[in-house]
């Protein structure tokens, strides 16, 4: 049951660290991105502790960070600019 716990502070780490070193790519809500990476930890871990039967838990908590990281980058809007507007061209 510990993989659950570190799979959720894995995902909380994720999403707040996504959000201290870019906020300017989260215009939105500050929990989505949170949320995202959140569930994204979750998934990867239980999906990879699945996949490889229990079995060597520092590659699933390595799968569940990659995860995390790779899945907090679809709320991300780059296509705005700081102040939260669309670009009109």
Known sequence: MWETTAFALIGLAVGFGALLVRPELFPG???L???TALVA????GRISGYVMDGQLPPVQ????A???ALLVSLPARPD???GGR???G
């Open 80 to 82: 705005l600019p700081a």
């Open 41 to 44: 930890a979750l998934l990867g």
């Open 33 to 35: 991105p949170v949320g």
């Open 86 to 88: 669309h670009r009109h």
């Open 61 to 64: 908590l390595l799968l569940s």
């Open 29 to 31: 809500p500050r929990a």
């Open 66 to 68: 990659t995860a995390a």
